[in-house]
């Protein structure tokens, strides 16, 4: 028996202060997306690693007796005192891997013999590392698809045809489950400060699985495509519209884009095949910021995208932005607040999201050749709402939070203004719209 533990998502209280921004946030965030794309998608909590879905599709397709497991089950199982299988495989991001580490030395103790794997996105990155710092890991399963699940098994696999992914074995149905899929991997651009581009690039599936989806949740549901660029290249966004137009799916679909890849035809055909939401990458209005970390698209060139897909389509367009690249101090993220603002009160988005930015360990990035010092080695601080790991060569860590603490409220003002609305307490509250995820992520959690 093969337990797969999904520990990709998790726990934890944030600062006072942003806590009462993203609440904020998502009280006009549910009034907007109402408004705009209706109220028969409510928005779920749970979720699920789809790469460890695959390995455990893989290994069930092969005979392997599997357990896909979110961690709290885990901890349950252990605590009950039930009986650990053969072996344990984790799949794990950066903050949890310590987390991680925890349940496999509770694992050894109450049951030596089990052998303990640890996989990932973060073990992709940094195996040698990881290795070094947790060595109660029996094992790392690097690499994606047949070549993590073959070192999981500890033997070859057969190559079977069917659904890239198998729904039912997950633990919960999945209508309980907010559902991303995704067509291809890796991406075709290399901005410095992600890794998607890193990631090989393989097709595992032309429509995401609408037949398999179809048979399994209700009309309406909402469905994200995570493409780090959706089907790859022009030609794949044509091929997966022309896929799930065929599939003719019930759903409300999103994806994440590079706003340079659209036509006003992309945008009408993915208007038919079923989008109502595009989300792209946008991250500073700062060129010199954009140019030192190799982020291609410029903010002119954006600005004549998002009006095109403004003239050509109803789509809900969301855009990313990132605080704290290397290179930011305060009149850079002027630059891209007042760029915001503009954007909100042209009325050519309708959502922006600010995240931080986080330098995770990564093989072969030297951080301090980037002006960047790292400020600790507890990869659990090492997530997007928390105090910055990190100074850079122009800003301390409190001035970089304070950045992101000060856009955050910059942005939600803008959006605020730009609805008509004075004050967030005049924003409609749309009951359960987004409730279980606010519920979920911000209210009631453990402190820091
Ligand atoms: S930021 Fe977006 S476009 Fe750039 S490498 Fe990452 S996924 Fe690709």
């Known amino acids: 028996m093969i337990w797969l533990v999904d520990y990709t998502h998790y726990d934890k209280a944030i600062d006072p202060r942003l806590a009462k921004y993203r609440l904020d946030y998502f009280r006009l965030k549910s009034y907007v997306r109402y408004n705009k794309i209706g109220p028969t998608a409510p928005v779920k909590s749970k979720v699920f690693a789809t790469g460890l879905l695959r390995l455990a599709t893989i290994l069930h397709r092969n005979g392997y ?6 961690y709290e089950m885990l901890e349950e199982l252990l605590e009950s005192g039930a009986q650990m299988p053969e072996k344990v495989a984790f799949s794990c991001v950066c903050p949890t891997v310590p987390a991680c580490a925890g ?5 050894k103790k109450r049951s030596p013999k089990t052998k303990v794997i640890l996989g990932g996105i973060h073990v992709n990155l940094s195996a040698q590392l990881t290795r070094e710092r947790f060595p109660v890991f029996d094992q790392l399963a690097v690499g994606f698809e047949y070549e993590a699940a073959e070192q999981i098994a500890g033997a070859p696999l057969a190559r079977h045809n069917g659904d890239y992914v198998d729904y039912s074995l997950l633990p919960l149905p999945l209508k309980e489950y907010a559902i991303n899929t995704f067509t291809t991997m890796g991406c075709p651009y290399r901005c410095s400060y992600c890794a ?9 599936s032309r429509d995401g699985q609408m ?10 549901n909402l469905v994200h495509f995570f493409d780090s660029v959706l089907g790859f290249s022009q030609e794949g966004i044509r091929n997966v519209c ?4 065929k599939a003719e799916h019930p759903f409300l679909l999103s994806c994440d884009m590079r706003a340079e890849l659209l036509t006003p035809e992309l945008v009408s055909a993915m208007e038919k095949a079923g989008f109502v939401e595009v989300r792209l990458g946008m991250e500073s209005a700062d060129p010199e910021l954009l140019k030192r970390n190799k982020r291609t698209l410029t903010v002119d060139h954006f600005l004549e995208k998002v009006k095109m897909i403004r003239e050509n389509s109803n789509l809900y367009v969301c855009l990313y932005s990132i605080t704290g690249l290397p290179g930011t101090n305060w009149d850079s993220q002027q630059k891209t607040l007042d760029y915001c603002d503009f954007l909100f009160q042209e009325h050519l988005v309708d959502e922006i999201k600010n995240a931080q930015y986080v330098p995770y360990p990564m093989e072969g990035v030297c ?4 002006g960047i010092t790292l400020l600790t080695e507890d990869w659990s601080q090492y997530d997007r709402q928390s105090f910055p790991v990190y100074h850079t060569d122009t800003m301390s860590a409190e001035e970089l939070w304070e950045i992101y603490l000060h856009t955050a409220k910059s942005i939600n003002e803008s959006w605020l203004r730009s609805c008509g609305f004075a004050s967030f307490d005049d924003v409609p509250v749309i009951e359960g719209y987004y409730q279980e995820y606010v519920e979920a992520n911000y209210l009631n959690k453990k402190s820091v």
């Open 242 to 245: 022309d896929a799930l137009q």
């Open 103 to 107: 349940l496999a030395e509770e694992i």
């Open 65 to 70: 007796d599997v357990r896909y497991l979110h």
């Open 211 to 220: 037949d398999q989806l179809k048979k399994l949740l209700p009309a309406g």
């Open 367 to 370: 951080y301090a050749d980037r």
């Open 196 to 204: 998607d581009g890193r990631a090989p690039h393989f097709v595992a």
